[in-house]
């Protein structure tokens, strides 16, 4: 049932003689869980888990107090890896076997999930596996680095694994349980969290092909190929599931919205969900029975939707679509402490939480500001030396030299351009911002009259009128100060519509044409590529090859320093300059984040930009084909950049529109107050 879960094994202990009343309870709790039949578990015995769910937290709880208590003796703890059951570790620490058990919780609230049929639970034995293996990765921390490198199960990224395949299973059981919902809204909803858990089995799968990577022992590759199939599975029997039902969901409405060329969306998903199962069935041997019964029902709904399409709604079939953006609903599946835990955790933050340690918290915030600083200096050295040697134009000229295509920069323009819909977006944009403009413009209008109306009632002057005067006087100053923003807004935004008139053409030329009719705009260009291709093809090939894992490996750096800032600003350490946080928390953020700081710099120094302007300087003949060859396609590709600046100022007039609208219904909430307050 578990794939390639397994709970971690130790030996038996024998506790030396001992009056300690804490170590006495350890030993005796210790010997319950060694003698407990663990396969009952992993069977998916309901009765079983939880009865070792209550042996394994009070353990953790003895072993909190006796990490707090530090007493002296001697006891030695062996525990497996998991996916190597016969090589035992052996430690001292207190810490090892804490984690160790931590672990085999986490695992345990797994199956719990699994197998419990009431939906409230098994999300929340999910939540509380998520929280045992965020525990974990706090007090990893403090065990000897050698021990740990003796476990592949006890890596960050591995634990991190652990943590997005269970809130992946969260997800999907919501949507279990939202997905026979009638109303369409609802239905869109139940998607959009089966996507959600399709994000995560995606993460799932990226941490780990990351163990093997990382600095820790590796799974071995049975159990790893195990793992990846399963992972791969899961992700794509969500991907196929959402596709599909979209699909069917696009079918049902095709009669009522024609103009949306709803049927076309459909066949769009369909083919997605095709393209998923082929690539599964393409990359692992055993054809899962589920797919293939998926397969033939694509296959027979693509049918029967191209005959609709083409004999009944009478609709061309284009070979792109905007599909559906569908709710999104993240950080609904939080981690969440057992109850057991939550009590404790609460006795301990009250007796032990101090205002102090201010100097460490400037030392983790020092680290934080100088992994910003080297990512921005690696950013401009890297892009000092693209430029410089046009590096883009080359590596896109060795891509495209086997066959005539849109190079990667144009077809991103490109394809932002489609996304937005063409012309018929761009005119779709303009109205809603001219709507909302004249909207506010008469919002504004009304609060005037309103405030005019609110003077003329007044009575004699005295020293309460004039305070409301004083007030309606501020709130005419600040309606002028917005309708002078909105006349500037205006003035702006008729350059804007004089920008998109001079690009109306070739808005409607890529919203009407494919990407071959695009390259051939730029053939002689392209041809122009093959032969400096033909000439430099050993020299592109290096330089395409260090291009990308340079870019790879920035990539890595931000997802790096993204981790380390949510781990900084979780805690919190920048908000106040007195804040309680407790000692022993903030050593073991500090220690954390010196250990992320390590890794974050072992990549900063594997990039070697010296080799990457060597390599450049070393293309034959790059002046000569940069001025014929960049001609067509530059002039082009600045016409595609004019048409993505037009829509980005509509975007920010939409923005900007919304902000004011924000601040009009203040003032009309704060004044129709203060009318109501003077009654």
């Known amino acids: 049932m578990n794939f390639g879960f397994r709970f971690k094994q130790s030996k038996p202990i024998k506790f030396p003689k001992t009056e300690n009343q804490l170590l006495i309870q350890i030993g005796q709790c210790r010997q319950k869980i060694s003698e407990f039949n663990w396969q009952d578990c992993n069977k998916g015995d309901v009765n079983a888990c939880l009865q070792l769910e209550n042996l394994l937290t009070q353990y953790i709880l003895f072993l909190d107090q006796v990490i707090e208590e530090q007493p002296k003796i001697d006891i030695s703890f062996q525990w497996n890896d998991s996916y190597e059951p016969n090589k035992f570790t052996q430690s001292k620490q207190w810490h090892y076997e804490y984690s160790c058990s931590m672990y085999n919780l986490g695992l345990l609230y797994y199956h719990l999930g699994q197998n419990i049929t009431n939906l409230k639970d098994a999300i929340n034995k999910n939540r509380n596996s998520q929280w045992c293996f965020q525990r974990l990765s706090e007090v990893i921390v403090f065990v000897n680095s050698k021990t740990v490198h003796q476990h592949s199960d006890l890596s960050y990224v591995h634990i991190h694994m652990h943590n997005c395949y269970a809130n992946a299973f969260g997800y999907r059981k919501l949507y279990e349980h939202f997905q026979n919902n009638k109303n369409p809204d609802e239905q869109l909803e139940a998607l959009g969290l089966l996507q959600e858990a399709s994000k995560l089995y995606e993460q799932t799968i990226r941490c780990l092909m990351q163990t093997k990577q990382c600095n820790k022992k590796p799974i071995p590759p049975i159990i790893y190929n195990q793992l990846l199939e399963q992972f791969s599975s899961d992700y794509v029997i969500s991907q196929v599931i959402s596709n599909l039902e979209l699909a069917k969901f696009m079918a049902s409405t095709a009669k009522e919205v024609p103009k ?15 393209q998923s199962i082929s690539e599964f069935f393409k990359n692992f041997k055993e054809k899962k029975e589920f797919l293939q019964i998926k397969l033939s029902q694509v296959q027979a709904l693509k ?13 061309p079939l284009a070979k792109e679509y905007e599909l559906l953006q569908l709710p999104v609903k993240q950080d609904l599946i939080k981690p969440k402490a057992p109850d057991v835990f939550n009590i404790e955790n609460k006795k301990q933050l009250q007796e032990q939480f101090l205002i102090e340690s201010q100097q460490l918290i400037q030392q983790i915030n020092s ?30 000229s060795f891509q495209n030299a086997e066959s005539l295509k849109l190079t990667p920069s144009i077809q991103q323009k490109v ?16 109205q809603r911002i001219h709507s909302l403009q004249q909207d506010q413009g008469k ?7 309103q405030l005019d109306l609110q003077s003329m009632q007044r009575g004699p002057p005295n020293q309460g009128h004039w305070l409301l005067s004083q007030q309606i006087e501020n709130f005419r100053k600040m309606v002028e100060d917005i309708q002078k923003k909105l006349l500037e807004a205006s003035l702006i935004n008729r350059t804007t519509d004089e920008q998109i008139k001079s690009i109306k053409d070739q808005l409607l030329f890529i919203e009407q044409n494919s990407d071959q009719m695009l390259v051939s705009k730029m053939q002689t260009s392209l041809q122009e590529s093959q032969n400096f291709y033909r000439k430099n093809i050993q020299t592109l090939k290096r ?32 908000q106040s300059a007195n804040q309680a946080i407790n000692q022993n928390t903030l050593l073991q953020a500090a220690k954390i984040i010196q250990i992320r700081m390590t890794e974050y710099d072992a990549i900063f120094n594997s990039i070697n930009l010296s080799e990457l302007e060597k390599i450049a300087s070393d293309l034959e003949d790059k002046q000569l084909f940069l001025v014929i060859a960049n001609q067509g396609e530059q002039d082009f590709e600045n016409q595609l950049k004019m048409i993505q600046d037009a829509f980005y100022n509509l975007e920010y007039a939409q923005q900007f529109y919304d902000s004011i609208s924000q601040q009009v219904s203040q003032l009309a909430n704060l004044i129709n107050e203060l009318t109501n307050n003077s009654d």
């Not at 690696?378 to 410089?388: A, E, G, K, T």
């Not at 919002?443 to 009259?449: F, G, P, T, V």
């Open 415 to 430: 394809q932002f351009i489609k996304d937005r819909g063409g012309w018929k977006g761009c005119q779709n944009q303009i």
């Open 543 to 574: 330089l395409s090859i260090i291009v990308e894992s340079i870019m790879n490996k920035i990539d890595l750096i931000k997802i790096q320093l993204a981790n380390l800032e949510k781990y900084i600003d979780d805690f919190g350490f920048g």
């Open 367 to 396: 680290s934080k500001t100088k992994a910003q600083q080297k990512l921005i200096d690696l950013q401009n050295n890297f892009n000092s030396i693209y430029r410089q040697y046009n590096i883009q134009f080359m590596v896109d």
């Open 303 to 315: 049918k029967e939707y191209l005959y609709l399409n083409e004999n009944a709604y009478k609709h």
């Open 260 to 274: 949306e060329q709803r049927m076309g969306k459909a066949l769009t998903y369909l083919n997605k969900a095709e």
């Open 443 to 449: 919002r504004l209008i009304n609060i005037k009259n």
